[in-house]
């Protein structure tokens, strides 16, 4: 069998797109020229680099929606905190699925989380003059790093990869010390490498976080997506892992885009820790007259962002936290489809010569969930993303997320059963040519 | 017949919420006020502080963005540069509307007309690094400069009271002489003043836009509002004014919430010349490796905010545009309810010993619409909304708002026929103690 794609046409559609080097494509990018691949040829790619959600919206949160709207929301301003009801069920939602105590009111709806750290960027950087860097644990999500070189703040990062457990404590001290960190941002479970921090890694960054003085931004976009534990139980242990257990320096970002597979209405909330959200910064009262943070991040920064967020929206993620509070949207064992066809993912790709890159959560097997990642002996990750185009398969290289391993980022969720013998058929025949 | 409030009730109120002067409330403060002696005296206030839609959400809107959460779209993240059916119907509307060609490419979708000033307040000031100064021409909405200021860019502004016809060339000339000038701001029917700027006045902006290189933002919130001309038909003049007609540096800032009644679903469109988005800026193409001007504005400072605007509620806004364009939404003919109220309140007012602060368009007088300015002899601005809160009556100074002249603004929307005897009886007794 020849290799579908021959390189002169992926060489002709590169060109096109004036793509120099298919390795530093965006998503946005890789999704395009694996499109105008399949226009070219008929042949349909194996996407792997794209991260929507591939479940329908929850039901709940569309009626909900609707309702809302019947009921006559679409003229009203939203208030900037956010709904009341959608402050009360957040805060409830964060009880039973992470297990701490934020109150309603420092519950704080965003346009999806990429306005919750944009918005929390520009408080973090902003509260002391000293401190203007956010230091990133990577791998992550690229956007975000975007977000602090757009506010022209600096950033400052290392990949976890080699700093698991005492390490991190070591890496992090090292850096923080400089006493320059304003935020510490990851995402838990991580993107792109489905890393799962375990406790004791959370309380070495939530001591550390308290003893400097910075703020853990922590994204729970994938909560309770770790599937080797069953987190689907609302008020019951294990709950998801989360450094609020260690400081009261924190802001969670919960987005509702992969939980309940609302991406389009960009709904999100900004759980800020109540201790922080009522903490006096001078800084911040000279400059706009508001001195406390939770009060200064709704009524300056949001409120001049956006003026508040879709108002029938925030029904619909209200009642889409209700519901799984109540235990009738169980949201972790609907999204376990994803760590489904991720397993069968990746022993196709292992079966073929390929192996898992971020295999290991200290001694423990990560687990399987949204997106993993995947390495070739022989292969950088940028080689491994251009030749993988060749054989139909359009991925983003681990360089992109703030790696220093070689590989590439995969994502389980738009893959149907049907694509599961082709992956195969396309992996072997790879496999055979290398 | 008492004064309502008395001194000591109102003095009470302003203690318990901190606020020591109510002429620098906000205008979210003044309500709040408002609500509070409500709540004490169980008298209901005249609320003229604030400028939500009066009227229901248009129907069409509503019946659109639900049938597009049945048709599925809430798991799918927009596109970040609108929904293809938007950006047509958006250019559409702008050439029945505004009479001016903008092609769908060009109509970006942000989440209300807040973020697109926010948005475009960071592209203005990031293309020339000489350029870091926003002029606006007031009175405006203050939470503009507020934006501006979060961004640390600067700031110079002038009344444009003083400044009417071949005046405001020559002052802006001045200004933009300093070679810094980033941007040019104003609302056009003016929030605050509905002062609405004439050809002429729009012909000087645009040329010396032009010849300065600087961006006129126009913020076209009330477009159609200026009832003096019936400007409902679409794709017939009269046409809504524009600086567009004059300067290919514009964007126009289309918001739905006020010609629509759109206001909670935060849903508006950027409009940018065709020849500003596909113009190239080295600094652009250095900094974030794309170049064109509606590129980068979308794919990095959108992108970056909020990753979109509500899916469904882009169908909705289309589907309005659509309606109008159509004419089976007569969208001014609606809105004129606003100038109706108006009508009699000034009328009352003026019976009453006081009098219209922004009072006309060169030699015409202005027109009836949302916003309103009033005056008292022997009263600054600040003192008058201070006295009126004794009376029932909340409004805000013209000092927030960046007049220099002495008076409240006040908006009609929420006003019932059934309060005009009751803010005439107020009014009434304010005259016969003063």
């Known amino acids: 069998m020849n290799i579908p794609f021959s390189k002169d046409t992926v060489d002709g559609v590169l060109k096109r797109l004036d793509i120099a080097d298919p390795s530093k494509a965006t998503i946005r990018q890789m999704a395009r020229i694996a499109e105008e ?12 680099e794209i991260g929507s959600p591939g479940l329908p919206a929850q039901a709940v949160g569309v009626a909900a929606q609707k309702k809302a709207l019947d009921a006559g929301v679409a003229n009203k301003y939203p ?15 964060i009880k039973a699925f ?26 973090c950087c902003r509260v ?56 510490i941002v990851y995402s838990n479970p991580n993107n792109p490498s489905w890393v799962c921090l375990t406790d004791e890694e959370l309380s070495y960054i939530g001591e550390l976080a308290t003893k400097y003085d910075a703020i853990v931004m922590e994204d729970l976009a994938y909560l309770g997506m770790d599937f080797r534990k069953d987190l689907s139980h609302p008020f019951e242990a294990p709950y998801q892992p989360t450094v609020a257990r260690y400081t009261d320096n924190y802001m ?12 389009g209405e960009r709904q999100a909330v900004v759980a800020i820790s109540d201790k922080l959200f009522h903490r ?29 967020v879709s108002h029938s929206g925030q029904y619909a993620l209200s009642a889409m936290y209700d ?21 069968i993912m990746k022993e196709i790709f292992v079966r073929n010569g390929f192996h898992i890159v971020y295999d290991k959560d200290l001694d423990e097997n990560v687990s399987d969930g949204f997106f993993f990642t995947i390495g070739r002996k022989g292969y950088t990750g940028d080689a491994l993303v251009a030749e993988l185009l060749r054989y139909g398969i359009s991925a983003i290289s681990l360089s992109t997320t703030g790696s220093r391993q070689e ?12 694509q599961f013998p082709v992956l195969d058929e396309r992996l072997a025949l790879f496999n055979s040519n290398n």
């Open 37 to 48: 691949l399949e226009t070219e040829s008929g042949q349909p790619f194996i996407h792997l």
């Open 79 to 93: 208030n900037i905190m956010g709904i009341q009801p959608l402050k009360e069920s957040a805060s409830r939602f």
């Open 98 to 123: 992470v297990g701490i105590d934020v109150a309603p009111e420092s519950c704080i709806s965003t346009v999806g989380s990429m306005m919750g750290t944009f918005a929390s960027f520009m408080m």
């Open 128 to 183: 002391n003059p000293k401190k203007d860097t956010v230091l990133f644990i990577n791998p992550g999500f690229s956007v975000q790093p975007l977000q602090v070189k757009i506010l022209r703040y600096k950033v400052c990062d290392f990949d976890v990869y080699n700093y698991r457990g005492a390490k991190l404590k070591e890496k992090m001290e090292e850096i923080l010390k400089g006493g320059n960190i304003a935020a």
């Open 252 to 263: 969670l970002m919960l987005s509702s885009s992969k939980i309940f597979s609302y991406a």
């Open 280 to 308: 006096h910064y001078d800084t911040l009262a000279e400059e706009f007259g508001i001195g406390e943070f939770g009060n200064a991040f709704v009524y300056v920064i949001l409120y001049a962002l956006s003026s508040g």
């Open 323 to 343: 519901a799984a509070c109540d235990g009738t949207l169980d949201f972790v064992t609907e999204t376990s489809e994803y760590a489904r066809r991720t397993k």
């Open 407 to 418: 590989g590439i980022r995969a994502c389980s969720s738009v893959m149907t059963d049907a």
